[in-house]
């Protein structure tokens, strides 16, 4: 069995949650007002999508649950945000 030390980070624009190799084990997504997506990308802006989420204007927050030891990103976590206001905490360690 696996044990880190899980920290979080709230992101509200596109960028880096955490800058090295670490594993993503859930997050709490918050609409903004309008319809948009959440886009995890390991390597920055321009690396590998590993995750993407719909969101609609004025939604719910809702809560991302990963299972085992939740999807490993190489060498970092990069968050693309779109839809006005939509934030995510991302859980990793």
Do not use: C, H, W
């Amino acid at each position: 069995m696996m044990q880190t030390d899980v920290q979080a980070v709230t992101v509200s624009t596109p960028s880096s949650a955490y800058a090295a190799r670490t594993r993503v084990r859930g997050m709490v997504i918050a609409p903004g007002s309008a319809n948009g997506t959440v886009v995890f990308k390991d390597g920055g802006a321009s690396g590998t999508t590993l995750m993407t989420f719909s969101t609609v204007a004025n939604g719910e927050p809702f809560n991302v649950l990963i299972p085992a030891n939740g999807v490993l990103f190489e060498t970092s976590v990069y968050v693309d945000l779109t839809g006005t206001g939509t934030a995510v905490t991302v859980f990793y360690g």
